[in-house]
Protein backbone atom coordinates (compact mmCIF):
# COMPACT_ATOMS: atom_id res chain seq x y z
CA UNK A 1 0.00 0.00 0.00
CA UNK A 2 0.82 3.39 -0.41
CA UNK A 3 4.02 2.82 -2.38
CA UNK A 4 4.12 5.38 -4.48
CA UNK A 5 4.90 8.10 -1.34
CA UNK A 6 7.89 6.17 -0.75
CA UNK A 7 9.41 5.71 -3.97
CA UNK A 8 9.88 9.96 -4.43
CA UNK A 9 12.52 11.67 -4.30
CA UNK A 10 12.48 14.20 -1.12
CA UNK A 11 16.00 15.63 -2.03
CA UNK A 12 13.68 17.36 -5.79
CA UNK A 13 12.02 20.27 -4.98
CA UNK A 14 8.48 19.95 -3.86
CA UNK A 15 6.72 21.59 -6.96
CA UNK A 16 8.50 18.82 -9.40
CA UNK A 17 7.71 15.74 -6.97
CA UNK A 18 4.09 16.81 -6.86
CA UNK A 19 4.30 17.04 -10.78
CA UNK A 20 6.11 13.48 -10.51
CA UNK A 21 3.52 12.09 -8.72
CA UNK A 22 0.46 12.73 -10.21
CA UNK A 23 -0.26 14.81 -13.94
CA UNK A 24 -3.63 14.29 -14.71
CA UNK A 25 -3.84 14.08 -18.90
CA UNK A 26 -6.00 14.43 -21.52
CA UNK A 27 -7.29 11.56 -22.87
CA UNK A 28 -9.20 10.47 -19.31
CA UNK A 29 -6.52 9.28 -18.27
CA UNK A 30 -4.26 9.60 -14.47
CA UNK A 31 -0.87 9.58 -15.64
CA UNK A 32 1.15 8.20 -12.41
CA UNK A 33 4.68 7.78 -12.91
CA UNK A 34 4.15 6.62 -16.44
CA UNK A 35 1.35 4.87 -15.82
CA UNK A 36 -2.06 5.59 -16.03
CA UNK A 37 -5.59 4.88 -14.99
CA UNK A 38 -8.31 4.62 -17.98
CA UNK A 39 -11.70 6.09 -16.67
CA UNK A 40 -14.01 3.99 -17.06
CA UNK A 41 -16.98 5.16 -16.28
CA UNK A 42 -18.08 8.06 -13.75
CA UNK A 43 -19.97 6.30 -10.58
CA UNK A 44 -20.85 9.33 -8.76
CA UNK A 45 -20.77 12.95 -8.65
CA UNK A 46 -20.92 14.70 -5.43
CA UNK A 47 -20.18 18.47 -4.23
CA UNK A 48 -16.79 17.40 -3.88
CA UNK A 49 -15.50 16.14 -6.91
CA UNK A 50 -16.24 12.89 -8.31
CA UNK A 51 -15.72 9.22 -8.38
CA UNK A 52 -14.50 7.02 -10.91
CA UNK A 53 -14.13 3.40 -12.10
CA UNK A 54 -10.67 2.77 -13.65
CA UNK A 55 -8.67 0.67 -14.94
CA UNK A 56 -4.61 0.44 -14.57
CA UNK A 57 -3.12 0.88 -18.05
CA UNK A 58 -0.33 -2.10 -16.93
CA UNK A 59 -1.55 -4.12 -14.12
CA UNK A 60 -5.18 -4.21 -15.99
CA UNK A 61 -6.32 -3.53 -12.10
CA UNK A 62 -9.55 -2.21 -11.47
CA UNK A 63 -10.02 0.71 -9.05
CA UNK A 64 -12.31 3.43 -8.09
CA UNK A 65 -10.79 7.08 -7.85
CA UNK A 66 -12.52 9.80 -5.71
CA UNK A 67 -11.00 12.99 -6.82
CA UNK A 68 -11.79 16.17 -4.53
CA UNK A 69 -11.16 19.19 -5.85
CA UNK A 70 -9.47 22.28 -3.48
CA UNK A 71 -11.57 25.34 -4.14
CA UNK A 72 -8.51 27.45 -3.45
CA UNK A 73 -4.63 26.09 -3.48
CA UNK A 74 -3.63 28.40 -0.82
CA UNK A 75 -5.81 26.86 1.96
CA UNK A 76 -3.14 23.64 1.33
CA UNK A 77 -5.29 20.30 1.67
CA UNK A 78 -9.05 20.68 2.72
CA UNK A 79 -9.73 19.51 6.72
CA UNK A 80 -11.91 16.51 5.28
CA UNK A 81 -9.38 15.50 3.27
CA UNK A 82 -6.77 15.15 6.10
CA UNK A 83 -9.58 13.59 8.42
CA UNK A 84 -10.37 11.13 5.66
CA UNK A 85 -7.00 9.98 4.96
CA UNK A 86 -5.27 9.56 7.83
CA UNK A 87 -8.42 7.90 9.52
CA UNK A 88 -8.44 5.41 6.06
CA UNK A 89 -4.84 4.51 7.13
CA UNK A 90 -5.87 3.56 10.33
CA UNK A 91 -8.54 1.33 9.57
CA UNK A 92 -8.02 -1.84 7.51
CA UNK A 93 -10.86 -4.13 7.56
CA UNK A 94 -12.72 -5.79 5.06
CA UNK A 95 -16.36 -4.05 5.94
CA UNK A 96 -14.35 -0.50 5.19
CA UNK A 97 -13.19 0.10 1.88
CA UNK A 98 -9.90 0.27 1.44
CA UNK A 99 -7.67 3.09 0.55
CA UNK A 100 -5.18 2.16 -1.78
CA UNK A 101 -2.76 5.12 -2.63
CA UNK A 102 -2.92 9.00 -2.43
CA UNK A 103 -2.12 11.09 -5.29
CA UNK A 104 -2.03 14.70 -4.83
CA UNK A 105 -1.63 17.75 -7.13
CA UNK A 106 -1.74 21.55 -6.64
CA UNK A 107 -5.32 21.68 -6.49
CA UNK A 108 -6.42 18.39 -6.41
CA UNK A 109 -6.02 15.14 -4.66
CA UNK A 110 -7.04 11.61 -5.98
CA UNK A 111 -7.93 8.52 -3.43
CA UNK A 112 -7.47 5.36 -5.35
CA UNK A 113 -9.77 3.32 -3.67
CA UNK A 114 -10.35 -0.94 -4.54
CA UNK A 115 -13.31 -0.97 -7.16
CA UNK A 116 -16.80 -0.11 -6.00
CA UNK A 117 -19.87 -1.59 -7.58
CA UNK A 118 -22.59 0.22 -6.35
CA UNK A 119 -24.03 1.88 -3.13
CA UNK A 120 -27.00 0.67 -0.82
CA UNK A 121 -29.51 3.69 -1.96
CA UNK A 122 -29.27 2.20 -5.77
CA UNK A 123 -29.77 -0.99 -4.68
CA UNK A 124 -32.62 -0.07 -1.86
CA UNK A 125 -34.27 2.30 -4.89
CA UNK A 126 -33.71 -1.29 -7.57
CA UNK A 127 -34.96 -3.16 -5.22
CA UNK A 128 -37.89 -1.38 -3.01
CA UNK A 129 -35.75 -2.24 0.17
CA UNK A 130 -33.22 -5.21 0.49
CA UNK A 131 -36.36 -8.00 0.58
CA UNK A 132 -34.37 -11.36 1.29
CA UNK A 133 -34.58 -11.64 4.86
CA UNK A 134 -30.82 -13.00 4.62
CA UNK A 135 -29.50 -10.50 2.22
CA UNK A 136 -31.00 -8.18 4.85
CA UNK A 137 -29.31 -9.79 7.82
CA UNK A 138 -26.14 -10.33 6.11
CA UNK A 139 -25.77 -6.77 5.05
CA UNK A 140 -26.72 -5.48 8.69
CA UNK A 141 -24.37 -7.71 10.14
CA UNK A 142 -21.47 -6.66 8.29
CA UNK A 143 -22.56 -2.56 8.28
CA UNK A 144 -22.45 -3.08 12.25
CA UNK A 145 -19.16 -4.98 11.88
CA UNK A 146 -17.41 -2.50 10.68
CA UNK A 147 -18.91 0.57 13.07
CA UNK A 148 -17.91 -2.04 15.69
CA UNK A 149 -14.26 -1.72 14.21
CA UNK A 150 -14.44 2.12 13.44
CA UNK A 151 -15.87 2.60 17.36
CA UNK A 152 -12.52 0.49 18.55
CA UNK A 153 -10.25 2.92 16.95
CA UNK A 154 -11.82 5.86 18.76
CA UNK A 155 -13.36 7.04 14.93
CA UNK A 156 -16.88 7.93 14.49
CA UNK A 157 -17.96 7.97 10.88
CA UNK A 158 -21.02 10.41 11.64
CA UNK A 159 -22.48 10.52 8.26
CA UNK A 160 -23.38 7.14 7.65
CA UNK A 161 -26.07 6.84 5.00
CA UNK A 162 -26.94 4.06 2.01
CA UNK A 163 -25.00 6.41 -0.02
CA UNK A 164 -21.61 5.90 1.81
CA UNK A 165 -22.20 2.16 2.37
CA UNK A 166 -20.95 0.21 -0.57
CA UNK A 167 -21.99 -3.21 -1.97
CA UNK A 168 -19.00 -5.58 -3.75
CA UNK A 169 -21.62 -7.03 -5.92
CA UNK A 170 -20.17 -10.55 -6.63
CA UNK A 171 -19.52 -11.42 -2.89
CA UNK A 172 -22.13 -9.31 -1.64
CA UNK A 173 -19.23 -7.46 0.69
CA UNK A 174 -20.18 -4.34 2.38
CA UNK A 175 -18.45 -1.46 2.06
CA UNK A 176 -18.30 1.28 4.75
CA UNK A 177 -17.04 4.35 2.71
CA UNK A 178 -17.07 8.35 2.68
CA UNK A 179 -15.13 9.30 5.79
CA UNK A 180 -14.71 13.14 5.47
CA UNK A 181 -16.71 13.99 8.10
CA UNK A 182 -15.29 11.35 10.38
CA UNK A 183 -13.53 12.21 13.02
CA UNK A 184 -11.27 10.46 16.79
CA UNK A 185 -13.44 10.67 19.51
CA UNK A 186 -12.48 11.21 23.19
CA UNK A 187 -10.75 14.77 22.80
CA UNK A 188 -11.26 17.88 24.40
CA UNK A 189 -13.09 18.88 21.28
CA UNK A 190 -16.71 19.34 21.87
CA UNK A 191 -17.93 18.16 18.59
CA UNK A 192 -19.79 20.13 15.73
CA UNK A 193 -23.12 20.39 16.16
CA UNK A 194 -24.56 19.31 12.64
CA UNK A 195 -23.29 16.32 10.74
CA UNK A 196 -24.56 13.83 9.53
CA UNK A 197 -27.48 14.20 6.88
CA UNK A 198 -31.05 14.94 8.20
CA UNK A 199 -32.49 11.83 7.45
CA UNK A 200 -29.59 10.02 9.59
CA UNK A 201 -29.41 12.10 12.63
CA UNK A 202 -29.61 11.25 15.95
CA UNK A 203 -32.32 13.09 18.22
CA UNK A 204 -29.26 14.15 20.65
CA UNK A 205 -27.55 15.83 17.64
CA UNK A 206 -31.26 17.76 16.70
CA UNK A 207 -31.22 18.49 20.62
CA UNK A 208 -28.10 20.44 19.95
CA UNK A 209 -25.93 17.90 22.20
CA UNK A 210 -22.71 18.34 21.97
CA UNK A 211 -21.28 15.63 23.95
CA UNK A 212 -22.66 13.00 21.51
CA UNK A 213 -20.73 9.75 20.75
CA UNK A 214 -20.88 6.63 19.15
CA UNK A 215 -24.51 6.21 19.77
CA UNK A 216 -25.10 8.91 16.58
CA UNK A 217 -23.30 6.29 14.45
CA UNK A 218 -25.91 3.40 15.64
CA UNK A 219 -28.56 5.85 15.19
CA UNK A 220 -27.96 6.13 11.77
CA UNK A 221 -27.56 2.20 11.51
CA UNK A 222 -31.13 1.91 12.35
CA UNK A 223 -32.18 4.42 10.55
CA UNK A 224 -30.24 2.54 7.21
CA UNK A 225 -31.92 -1.12 8.70
CA UNK A 226 -35.19 0.08 8.57
CA UNK A 227 -34.91 2.00 5.24
CA UNK A 228 -33.92 -1.40 3.87
CA UNK A 229 -36.94 -3.13 5.37
CA UNK A 230 -39.53 -0.96 4.08
CA UNK A 231 -37.78 0.90 0.86
CA UNK A 232 -37.70 4.36 1.22
CA UNK A 233 -36.01 6.55 4.26
CA UNK A 234 -38.09 5.53 7.59
CA UNK A 235 -38.84 9.51 8.47
CA UNK A 236 -40.24 10.14 4.96
CA UNK A 237 -40.82 13.18 3.80
CA UNK A 238 -40.47 16.04 6.45
CA UNK A 239 -39.43 19.60 7.17
CA UNK A 240 -38.79 18.89 10.88
CA UNK A 241 -37.55 15.48 11.44
CA UNK A 242 -37.15 15.39 15.42
CA UNK A 243 -41.20 15.85 14.95
CA UNK A 244 -41.26 13.00 12.28
CA UNK A 245 -38.64 11.03 14.89
CA UNK A 246 -41.19 11.87 17.60
CA UNK A 247 -44.34 10.86 15.90
CA UNK A 248 -42.60 7.40 15.03
CA UNK A 249 -41.06 6.32 18.46
CA UNK A 250 -43.03 8.62 20.84
CA UNK A 251 -42.18 11.43 22.49
CA UNK A 252 -39.29 11.17 25.16
CA UNK A 253 -40.14 11.74 28.72
CA UNK A 254 -37.76 11.99 32.02
CA UNK A 255 -38.47 8.62 32.68
CA UNK A 256 -37.43 6.58 29.27
CA UNK A 257 -34.62 9.86 28.70
CA UNK A 258 -33.36 10.70 31.78
CA UNK A 259 -31.96 14.81 31.53
CA UNK A 260 -34.37 15.03 28.39
CA UNK A 261 -36.31 17.79 29.96
CA UNK A 262 -32.96 19.96 30.70
CA UNK A 263 -32.59 20.32 26.70
CA UNK A 264 -34.08 23.88 26.13
CA UNK A 265 -35.53 22.62 22.76
CA UNK A 266 -37.15 20.13 24.27
CA UNK A 267 -40.37 21.78 25.24
CA UNK A 268 -41.44 23.14 21.64
CA UNK A 269 -42.07 19.73 20.78
CA UNK A 270 -45.59 17.97 21.20
CA UNK A 271 -46.51 14.41 22.82
CA UNK A 272 -47.15 11.95 20.48
CA UNK A 273 -47.45 7.77 21.58
CA UNK A 274 -45.26 6.17 20.22
CA UNK A 275 -46.80 4.29 16.87
CA UNK A 276 -46.93 0.29 16.15
CA UNK A 277 -43.44 -0.44 14.98
CA UNK A 278 -44.38 -4.00 13.43
CA UNK A 279 -47.00 -2.15 11.37
CA UNK A 280 -44.77 0.45 10.68
CA UNK A 281 -41.91 -2.41 9.65
CA UNK A 282 -43.86 -5.10 8.58
CA UNK A 283 -42.49 -7.97 7.18
CA UNK A 284 -39.37 -7.86 9.65
CA UNK A 285 -38.82 -10.85 11.70
CA UNK A 286 -39.96 -9.84 15.65
CA UNK A 287 -36.18 -10.42 16.62
CA UNK A 288 -35.23 -7.98 14.29
CA UNK A 289 -38.00 -5.77 15.17
CA UNK A 290 -36.73 -5.62 18.48
CA UNK A 291 -33.20 -5.47 17.35
CA UNK A 292 -34.37 -2.11 15.21
CA UNK A 293 -36.11 -0.48 18.16
CA UNK A 294 -32.99 -0.84 20.37
CA UNK A 295 -31.12 0.93 17.73
CA UNK A 296 -33.65 3.53 17.27
CA UNK A 297 -33.91 4.02 21.19
CA UNK A 298 -34.05 8.00 21.68
CA UNK A 299 -31.51 8.46 25.22
CA UNK A 300 -28.27 7.55 23.82
CA UNK A 301 -27.11 6.17 26.87
CA UNK A 302 -29.38 3.77 26.46
CA UNK A 303 -28.80 2.60 22.84
CA UNK A 304 -27.01 -0.29 21.78
CA UNK A 305 -23.70 -0.50 20.83
CA UNK A 306 -22.67 -1.90 17.61
CA UNK A 307 -20.84 -4.92 19.40
CA UNK A 308 -23.61 -5.32 21.39
CA UNK A 309 -26.05 -5.41 18.51
CA UNK A 310 -23.77 -8.20 16.49
CA UNK A 311 -24.55 -10.60 19.96
CA UNK A 312 -28.29 -9.95 19.51
CA UNK A 313 -30.59 -12.69 18.90
CA UNK A 314 -31.54 -11.22 15.03
CA UNK A 315 -27.84 -12.88 14.34
CA UNK A 316 -28.32 -16.57 15.86
CA UNK A 317 -28.52 -17.99 12.56
CA UNK B 1 8.05 29.51 29.15
CA UNK B 2 5.31 27.26 29.94
CA UNK B 3 1.64 28.41 30.28
CA UNK B 4 0.60 28.26 33.65
CA UNK B 5 -2.97 26.41 33.51
CA UNK B 6 -3.16 23.72 31.02
CA UNK B 7 -4.68 24.63 27.75
CA UNK B 8 -8.70 24.75 27.14
CA UNK B 9 -9.55 21.70 28.62
CA UNK B 10 -13.11 20.03 28.36
CA UNK B 11 -15.09 21.27 31.58
CA UNK B 12 -13.58 18.81 33.59
CA UNK B 13 -16.15 18.67 36.42
CA UNK B 14 -18.91 17.79 34.04
CA UNK B 15 -17.00 14.37 32.85
CA UNK B 16 -16.03 13.80 36.05
CA UNK B 17 -19.62 13.44 37.75
CA UNK B 18 -19.16 9.56 36.28
CA UNK B 19 -15.32 8.09 36.14
CA UNK B 20 -14.86 7.60 32.66
CA UNK B 21 -15.13 9.81 29.84
CA UNK B 22 -18.61 10.62 28.34
CA UNK B 23 -17.64 10.63 24.94
CA UNK B 24 -15.59 7.16 25.09
CA UNK B 25 -18.58 4.49 25.14
CA UNK B 26 -17.65 1.92 27.75
CA UNK B 27 -17.71 -1.42 25.73
CA UNK B 28 -15.06 -0.24 23.59
CA UNK B 29 -12.27 1.14 26.30
CA UNK B 30 -10.44 -1.64 26.61
CA UNK B 31 -10.53 -2.60 22.85
CA UNK B 32 -9.50 1.12 22.47
CA UNK B 33 -6.84 1.28 25.10
CA UNK B 34 -4.65 -1.64 23.35
CA UNK B 35 -4.94 -0.22 19.86
CA UNK B 36 -3.76 2.84 21.05
CA UNK B 37 -1.14 1.15 23.10
CA UNK B 38 -0.31 -0.60 19.57
CA UNK B 39 0.16 2.55 17.53
CA UNK B 40 2.27 3.94 20.28
CA UNK B 41 5.15 1.56 20.09
CA UNK B 42 4.77 1.43 16.22
CA UNK B 43 8.17 2.15 15.17
CA UNK B 44 7.32 3.87 12.09
CA UNK B 45 5.06 6.11 14.08
CA UNK B 46 7.51 7.17 16.21
CA UNK B 47 10.11 9.85 16.44
CA UNK B 48 13.81 8.90 16.90
CA UNK B 49 15.37 10.04 20.01
CA UNK B 50 18.51 10.95 19.17
CA UNK B 51 17.57 12.72 15.35
CA UNK B 52 19.18 16.05 16.56
CA UNK B 53 22.32 14.48 16.19
CA UNK B 54 21.77 11.28 13.83
CA UNK B 55 19.90 13.33 11.48
CA UNK B 56 19.71 17.12 11.88
CA UNK B 57 22.92 19.39 10.69
CA UNK B 58 22.00 22.90 11.16
CA UNK B 59 20.02 22.77 14.12
CA UNK B 60 20.46 21.88 17.81
CA UNK B 61 17.91 20.59 20.43
CA UNK B 62 18.07 24.60 21.64
CA UNK B 63 16.10 25.61 18.49
CA UNK B 64 13.66 22.80 19.10
CA UNK B 65 12.90 23.73 22.30
CA UNK B 66 12.45 27.44 20.99
CA UNK B 67 10.20 26.32 18.45
CA UNK B 68 7.99 24.32 20.75
CA UNK B 69 7.82 27.06 23.12
CA UNK B 70 6.32 29.19 20.78
CA UNK B 71 3.85 27.22 19.60
CA UNK B 72 2.30 27.32 22.94
CA UNK B 73 1.80 30.96 22.14
CA UNK B 74 0.47 30.67 18.94
CA UNK B 75 -2.04 27.92 20.34
CA UNK B 76 -2.93 30.13 23.07
CA UNK B 77 -3.08 33.29 20.76
CA UNK B 78 -5.70 31.08 17.94
CA UNK B 79 -7.67 29.52 21.32
CA UNK B 80 -6.73 26.10 19.91
CA UNK B 81 -7.12 22.88 22.26
CA UNK B 82 -4.19 21.24 23.61
CA UNK B 83 -4.80 17.86 21.49
CA UNK B 84 -3.49 20.53 18.67
CA UNK B 85 -0.19 21.91 20.26
CA UNK B 86 0.73 17.73 21.27
CA UNK B 87 -0.18 16.50 17.06
CA UNK B 88 1.47 19.74 16.19
CA UNK B 89 4.71 18.53 18.49
CA UNK B 90 4.43 15.02 17.11
CA UNK B 91 4.76 15.69 13.54
CA UNK B 92 7.34 17.76 13.39
CA UNK B 93 9.23 15.69 15.57
CA UNK B 94 8.69 12.84 13.14
CA UNK B 95 9.43 14.83 10.23
CA UNK B 96 12.74 15.71 11.54
CA UNK B 97 13.63 12.29 12.46
CA UNK B 98 12.94 11.70 8.78
CA UNK B 99 14.70 14.80 6.86
CA UNK B 100 17.59 17.19 7.55
CA UNK B 101 16.03 20.75 7.57
CA UNK B 102 18.26 24.59 7.94
CA UNK B 103 16.90 26.45 10.46
CA UNK B 104 15.75 28.79 8.50
CA UNK B 105 12.70 26.53 7.97
CA UNK B 106 12.27 25.22 11.07
CA UNK B 107 9.73 27.70 12.21
CA UNK B 108 7.77 26.98 8.87
CA UNK B 109 7.70 23.47 9.71
CA UNK B 110 6.40 24.38 13.11
CA UNK B 111 3.37 26.55 11.58
CA UNK B 112 2.60 23.89 9.03
CA UNK B 113 2.54 21.29 11.37
CA UNK B 114 0.34 23.42 13.54
CA UNK B 115 -1.77 24.50 10.44
CA UNK B 116 -2.18 20.15 9.51
CA UNK B 117 -2.81 19.21 13.49
CA UNK B 118 -5.66 22.01 13.60
CA UNK B 119 -7.28 20.84 10.34
CA UNK B 120 -7.43 17.09 11.83
CA UNK B 121 -8.76 18.23 15.09
CA UNK B 122 -10.30 21.83 15.32
CA UNK B 123 -13.77 22.68 14.86
CA UNK B 124 -12.44 25.52 12.79
CA UNK B 125 -9.21 25.77 12.40
CA UNK B 126 -7.01 29.03 11.68
CA UNK B 127 -6.99 29.78 7.62
CA UNK B 128 -2.97 29.77 6.39
CA UNK B 129 -2.70 33.19 6.36
CA UNK B 130 -3.12 33.62 10.03
CA UNK B 131 -0.13 31.20 10.44
CA UNK B 132 1.67 33.23 8.25
CA UNK B 133 0.84 36.69 9.84
CA UNK B 134 1.85 34.80 13.37
CA UNK B 135 5.58 34.24 11.87
CA UNK B 136 5.87 38.32 10.56
CA UNK B 137 5.18 36.70 7.45
CA UNK B 138 8.18 35.55 7.17
CA UNK B 139 6.96 32.84 4.93
CA UNK B 140 4.09 33.25 2.33
CA UNK B 141 1.07 31.42 1.89
CA UNK B 142 2.11 29.01 -0.67
CA UNK B 143 5.58 28.18 1.63
CA UNK B 144 2.71 26.86 3.99
CA UNK B 145 1.28 25.14 2.31
CA UNK B 146 4.27 23.66 0.21
CA UNK B 147 5.64 22.62 3.79
CA UNK B 148 2.32 20.70 4.33
CA UNK B 149 2.05 18.79 1.48
CA UNK B 150 5.59 17.91 2.51
CA UNK B 151 4.79 16.51 6.20
CA UNK B 152 1.61 15.17 4.50
CA UNK B 153 3.89 12.65 2.63
CA UNK B 154 6.63 12.07 4.94
CA UNK B 155 3.80 10.75 7.45
CA UNK B 156 2.37 9.10 5.46
CA UNK B 157 -0.94 10.74 5.97
CA UNK B 158 -1.15 8.95 9.49
CA UNK B 159 -2.12 11.88 11.40
CA UNK B 160 -4.01 10.45 14.29
CA UNK B 161 -2.35 8.18 17.04
CA UNK B 162 -1.84 8.48 20.59
CA UNK B 163 0.23 11.47 21.96
CA UNK B 164 0.94 12.19 25.72
CA UNK B 165 -2.40 14.39 26.05
CA UNK B 166 -4.65 11.54 24.52
CA UNK B 167 -3.89 9.40 28.05
CA UNK B 168 -4.70 12.42 30.00
CA UNK B 169 -8.32 11.96 30.95
CA UNK B 170 -10.08 10.05 34.05
CA UNK B 171 -8.99 11.30 37.13
CA UNK B 172 -10.98 13.08 39.79
CA UNK B 173 -8.83 15.59 41.31
CA UNK B 174 -8.54 18.94 39.42
CA UNK B 175 -5.65 20.01 41.21
CA UNK B 176 -4.13 16.77 40.00
CA UNK B 177 -4.71 17.00 37.02
CA UNK B 178 -3.82 20.27 36.36
CA UNK B 179 -0.67 19.14 37.49
CA UNK B 180 -0.38 16.39 34.57
CA UNK B 181 -1.12 19.05 32.69
CA UNK B 182 1.60 20.83 33.23
CA UNK B 183 3.91 18.06 33.70
CA UNK B 184 2.76 16.78 29.90
CA UNK B 185 3.40 20.33 28.43
CA UNK B 186 6.86 20.64 30.33
CA UNK B 187 7.50 17.11 28.22
CA UNK B 188 7.14 18.50 24.87
CA UNK B 189 10.21 21.03 24.77
Request: proline share 5%; hydrophobic share 35%.
Amino acid sequence: MAEEIDDIDYTDNLFMRLLQCTLCGQNNRFNYEGFSYKILQTIEEGIYGRVYRCRHSATGDIVAIKQIKFDDEKIGVPSSVVREVSLLRALQHVNIVSLLKVLTKETYVNLVFEPLDQDLSHYIRDNRGVQDPSIRKSFLRQILVGVAYCHAHKILHRDLKPKNIWIDNSRMIIKIADFGLAREFGGDMLLTRYPPNRYYRAPEVFLHCQHYSSGIDLWSVGCIFGEMVIGRPILGDTCDELDAIFRMLGTPSEENWPGITQFPLFGSYAIYNPMDLSTVFSGLEPEGLELLKMLLCLDPKRRISAETALKHAYFKD
Amino acid sequence: RVRKRPTKSKPVTESNNNTSDPQLCAPYISDIYEYLRKMEVDPSKRPLADYVQKVQSDMNANMRGVLVDWLVEVAEEYNLVSDTLFFSVSYIDRFLSRNALSRQNLQLLGVSSMLLASKYEEIKPPEVENFCYITDNTYNKEEVVEMEADILKTLNFELGGPTVKTFLRHTSNLQFEFLCYYLAELSLL
